[in-house]
């Protein structure tokens, strides 16, 4: 475990002080996923029983005043629904931006290392263009893993909020 530990920290020097943002941004971004999956497979299941119940409950359901009780529901629940998801896909935007930033910081720096050896240290340069490609790949498979999982959590909302608003019927 201690190798693994020591491998990732290596890995982590190598691409550069950016490359702990687009880590720390992909959990976040997975962290969010994660709870949305959650929601929708346990909290989500209640909550739609309690506004089932309060639909149900009411006698009337073809009125005005019906019609817009019925609207309340369905905005409250697909706020639930909804939450977190524009943060995900924000999230989702942000990461081939930072790796985009790691790129430049690390062009930087083999600049600046060109600028001060006269240009002819490959060694010292093939730091810096680790530290560019490093912090882009990362960038890029942070983004590719939220596109995925944010397709996957946008589909069960919208799913979810056409069920609930086919299940508040005003058929009496």
């Known amino acids: 475990m201690d190798e693994v530990i ?32 959650w929601y929708y497979k346990t909290t989500f299941k209640q909550d739609k029983s309690e506004v089932l119940k309060q639909w149900e409950a009411r006698t009337e359901r073809k009125s005005w005043n019906a019609h817009q009780v019925r609207e309340k529901l369905i905005s409250r629940m697909n706020l639930k629904i909804n939450e977190h998801l524009a943060f ?23 600049f600046n290392i060109m600028a001060v050896t006269g240009g002819g240290d490959a060694k010292s340069m093939a730091g ?9 790949m990362a960038g890029m498979v942070a983004a590719l893993s939220g596109v995925f999982s944010n397709t996957y959590v946008t589909s069960i909302a919208s799913r979810e909020s056409e069920l609930l608003a086919d299940s508040l019927t005003t058929d009496h």
């Not at 990732?8 to 997975?30: E, H, Q, R, Y």
């Not at 896909?89 to 062009?107: D, E, K, N, R």
């Not at 810096?128 to 882009?136: D, N, R």
């Open 128 to 136: 810096g263009v680790s530290k560019a490609t490093i912090p882009t």
């Open 6 to 37: 020591k491998a990732l920290l290596s890995f982590m020097d190598k691409g550069g002080p950016v490359l702990w943002a687009i880590a720390a941004l992909t959990l976040i971004l997975w962290t969010l996923v994660l709870e949305r999956v």
């Open 88 to 110: 995900i896909q924000a999230l989702v935007a942000l990461a081939p931006l930072f790796g985009l930033l790691g790129t430049v910081w690390g062009m930087i720096e083999v």
